[in-house]
């Protein structure tokens, strides 16, 4: 059973960083994607970034890119996403999720495993 957990939110100041992290178990996840997508209140749930495992392939949100870097450490079986010069619209709960290909996606119905979220503030 794969098991995604997520951590590594907070309150911060816009400009502020933040790194989130995501523990996976249950699986080699050498075969699989996995991304990071967020949800502010009362929006639909956005793509963020994702990483290839294999190879460390990454593609990120126009919204995020040069400011959000995506990456893994096979050895501890996990994805982080460290978050610089945030922003208050960046504020949302970040969840982690993973699928089993090989094509990058950044349509949250083709993730199949999903971690429980973290709460990211960025006040003004």
């Known amino acids: 059973q794969v098991q995604l957990v997520e951590s590594g939110g907070g309150l911060v100041q816009a400009g502020d960083s933040l790194r989130l992290s995501c523990a996976a178990s249950?699986?080699?996840?050498?075969?699989?994607?996995m991304g990071w997508f967020r949800q502010a209140l009362g929006k639909e749930r956005e793509f963020v970034a994702v990483?290839?495992?294999?190879?460390?392939?990454?593609y990120y949100a126009d919204s995020v890119k040069g400011r959000f870097t995506i990456s893994r450490d096979s050895a501890k079986n996990t994805v982080y996403l460290q978050m610089n010069s945030l922003k208050p619209e960046d504020t949302a709960v970040y969840y982690c999720?993973?699928?089993?290909?090989?094509?990058?996606?950044?349509?949250?119905?083709?993730?199949?495993?999903w971690g429980q979220g973290t709460q990211v503030t960025v006040s003004s």
């Open positions: 999720a993973a699928d089993r290909r090989w094509v990058f996606s950044i349509q949250s119905n083709d993730y199949d495993y």
């Open positions: 990483i290839r495992w294999s190879g460390g392939s990454t």
């Open positions: 249950g699986r080699t996840f050498s075969n699989y994607i």
